[in-house]
């Protein structure tokens, strides 16, 4: 049984992570701001019991992190994986802007706390449980929006591009920390996939299909494989 941790796990891609890894029979801590606001996780709670942990945390806040750490430390002393999903497509209101005209410091500021600042400073804090794991794994939850060497589509998308770009050079960085802990750190795109996220009414793929394939590529992992980029199916993608 291996011990879980994921933030952003009130619906989308975060919840369904929730809802496999349970049905798989592992721990789940399932970060998200007031849980006790979702009905989905509420009624996952009552029939996993104690294999489902519910952890309040807003990841762009430290000391909802430090706090965070505080309530599960008492309860675990170990973590097998640890998946940075909590993320936002916007920083501001209004849907659609991050484009040239539309560009705003607060929603750079916004997006860059919750999906880059926010991922790094988790780990940071949760190191000692992560350092405890059998065979632990970070994964950040990236975009192929944040591949540098796969960008050739105009429109913009330059705070949420910028932000998982930055986030890829964090999961390099800590791979290369901690190699010799023998500790796993990738970046994993999703695949384009129906969620609550803005401009993903069209994509092709359900929050099933996208969680199955990144749990077989994690189950599939090894050290030879940290300080990379994958999608989904397990393709390796240019930074
Ligand atoms: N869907 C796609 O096609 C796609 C493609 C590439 C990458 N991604 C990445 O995949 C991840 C999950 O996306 P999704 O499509 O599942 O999005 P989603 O349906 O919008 O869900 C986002 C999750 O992040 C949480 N969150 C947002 N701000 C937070 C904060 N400050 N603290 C804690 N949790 C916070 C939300 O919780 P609340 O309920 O509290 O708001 C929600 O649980 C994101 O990192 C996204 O960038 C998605």
């Known amino acids: 049984m291996k011990q879980i941790l994921i933030t952003g796990s009130s619906r989308g891609i975060g919840f369904e992570f929730v809802r496999q890894f349970l049905n798989a029979g592992n721990r789940v801590i399932a970060c998200n701001r007031n849980p006790a606001k979702y009905p989905d996780l509420l009624e996952l709670k009552?029939?996993?019991?104690?294999?489902?942990?519910?952890?309040?945390?807003?990841?762009?806040?430290?000391?909802?992190?430090?706090n965070a750490y505080d309530t599960l430390s008492k309860e675990i002393d170990r973590l097998d994986i640890l998946i940075n999903n909590a993320g936002i497509r916007f920083g501001g209101d209004e849907k659609h802007c991050d484009k040239i005209g539309l560009l705003f410091k607060e929603d750079f500021s916004r997006i860059f706390a919750v999906n880059t600042i926010g991922p790094i400073l988790l780990i940071e804090k949760f190191l000692p449980l992560i350092k405890n794991g059998t065979n632990p794994i970070i994964v950040n939850i990236s975009s192929t929006?944040?591949?540098?060497?796969?960008?050739t589509r105009p429109g913009g998308g330059y705070s949420?591009?910028?932000?998982?770009?930055?986030?890829?050079?964090?999961?390099?960085?800590?791979?290369?920390?901690?190699?010799?802990?023998?500790i796993i750190v990738i970046?994993?795109?999703p695949g384009w996939v129906k969620t609550t996220m803005e401009?993903?009414?069209?994509?092709?793929?359900?929050?099933?299909?996208s969680v199955k394939g990144i749990t077989k590529v994690l189950d599939n992992l090894t050290m030879d494989k940290t300080g990379k980029f994958f999608d989904w199916e397990g393709n390796e993608l240019p930074w």
Request: aromatic content about 4%.
């Open 46 to 66: 009552e029939k996993f019991k104690e294999n489902l942990i519910l952890i309040d945390l807003d990841v762009s806040s430290k000391i909802s992190i430090i």
């Open 145 to 151: 929006s944040g591949s540098i060497g796969r960008r």
């Open 160 to 182: 949420y591009s910028a932000s998982k770009a930055a986030l890829n050079m964090i999961s390099k960085v800590l791979s290369i920390d901690l190699k010799d802990d023998n």
């Open 187 to 189: 970046s994993m795109h």
């Open 199 to 209: 401009l993903t009414e069209n994509a092709p793929l359900t929050t099933y299909e």
